[in-house]
C-alpha cells in the first residue's frame, strides 16, 4: 500500500471536498429547508461550469468575474424550475427534471461542444499558484475553505431576516406561513434561485480548479449533495445551531470526497464510483433510522412493558 499516494490523494480529496461543499450548501437549502429534492442541481452544476469555462477561454473574462457569471446562470436555472412549481404547480421533483433534462441541450449549445479546456488560460487558481509558488491543491483548498465560510456567513445572515425567517417558515410549515399573509409561491422561488446560485458558484470553481469543463461534470451531483448532508449530520448531530448545521453540510461534502479517494486508492475500479455513491447514500440515510429504532427498542426493552 503506497501511504505517499493515499495522502497525496486525500490532500486533492480535502481540496475538491470544499469546493463542491458550496453546491452542498444549496442542495442544503432546497432539500432541509423545503424538504424539496431539488433535481435541477445536475444541470446548474454543469451549467455553472460550462459558461465559467466559455467565458474563460472564448471571451477572455476575467475569472472572478466568471464566477460571478457563472452564479447568475445557476441563479436563472433555478429561477425557471421555481416557476414552473410555483406559477404552473408542476410537482417541484418534476420541474426539477424537465429543467435537467433541457439543461443539458441548453449547456452543449454554451460550450458547442462536449467539453473546454482551461490548460492555456490563467484561473483564479492558476494566477495565485504563480504568484505564491505553492501546490494546486492547497491554493485550492484555501480558496474554497474562504468562500464556504463567506457563503455560510451571508447564508446565517440571511435566514435571519424576515424573508429569510419566512422561507425556512414555508419549510417547517406551508400553511401557517401562508395564513399569516406570506406568499408562499414567491419564498419557493426565491430559495430555489438562491440555491442553484450557489449550485452554479461551486459549478465554476470546481471548473476552474480541475482545468475543464464538461457537459457531463455535473451528473450524480444531487447525489452527492444529498449524501454530504446526511453524512455532515452523523457526524456532527449533537449541534443543533442553524450555523453548525450549514457547517455540517461542507464538514459531510469533505468526507464523502475522502472516502471515495481512500476506497480508489485502495483499488476499486473507477466504474464503480456511481455504485459506492448509491451505496454511501444509502447507508448515510438508513443507519440513523436503524440507531434511532434500536434505541426505541432497547429503551422497550430495558422498562418493559407497562399495564
Not at 499558484?129 to 446565517?156: E, R
Request: hydrophobic share 55%; charged share 10%.
Amino acid at each position: 500500500m503506497n501511504i505517499s499516494g493515499i495522502l497525496l490523494a486525500m490532500q486533492g480529496a480535502v481540496s475538491q471536498g470544499v469546493l463542491w461543499g458550496i453546491m452542498v450548501l444549496g442542495v442544503y437549502i432546497t432539500y432541509k429547508i423545503l424538504d424539496i429534492a431539488d433535481l435541477t442541481v445536475d444541470g446548474s452544476f454543469a451549467m455553472g461550469g460550462c459558461v465559467c469555462a466559455v467565458l474563460v477561454v472564448d471571451k477572455g473574462v476575467d475569472p472572478i468575474l466568471a464566477l460571478i457569471l457563472a452564479t447568475a446562470a445557476g441563479m436563472i436555472a433555478g429561477a425557471v424550475t421555481g416557476l414552473l412549481h410555483t406559477l404552473f404547480e408542476i410537482p417541484a421533483i418534476l420541474a426539477g427534471i424537465l429543467t435537467q433534462i433541457g439543461l443539458w441541450s441548453v449547456n452543449l449549445r454554451i460550450m458547442g461542444k462536449s467539453n473546454v479546456p482551461l490548460l492555456k488560460v490563467n484561473t483564479l487558481f492558476s494566477s495565485i499558484v504563480d504568484v505564491l509558488g505553492i501546490k494546486q491543491s492547497a491554493v485550492s483548498l484555501v480558496i474554497g475553505i474562504l468562500i464556504a465560510v463567506l457563503v455560510i456567513v451571508f447564508l446565517y445572515w440571511f435566514f435571519g431576516t424576515e424573508i429569510g425567517s419566512a422561507l425556512r417558515a414555508t419549510g417547517n410549515n406551508e400553511n401557517m406561513i401562508r395564513a399569516l399573509g406570506v406568499n408562499t409561491k414567491i419564498t419557493k422561488l426565491m430559495a430555489l434561485t438562491i440555491s442553484n446560485g450557489l449550485v452554479g458558484l461551486s459549478g465554476g470553481l470546481v471548473c476552474q480548479s480541475q482545468k475543464y469543463a464538461d457537459i457531463g461534470m455535473g451528473t450524480g451531483a444531487i447525489v452527492i449533495g444529498l449524501a454530504a448532508i446526511v453524512i455532515g449530520e452523523v457526524l456532527m448531530g449533537r449541534l443543533k445551531s442553524f450555523g453548525s448545521k450549514l457547517t455540517s453540510a461542507v464538514v459531510g461534502s469533505v468526507v464523502y470526497f475522502l472516502i471515495r479517494a481512500i476506497v480508489l486508492q485502495l483499488g476499486m475500479d473507477a466504474n464503480d464510483m456511481k455504485l459506492l455513491s448509491s451505496i454511501i447514500v444509502a447507508l448515510a440515510l438508513c443507519i440513523p433510522v436503524a440507531l434511532s429504532k434500536w434505541r426505541l427498542w432497547k429503551s422497550y426493552s430495558e422498562e418493559g412493558p407497562t399495564c
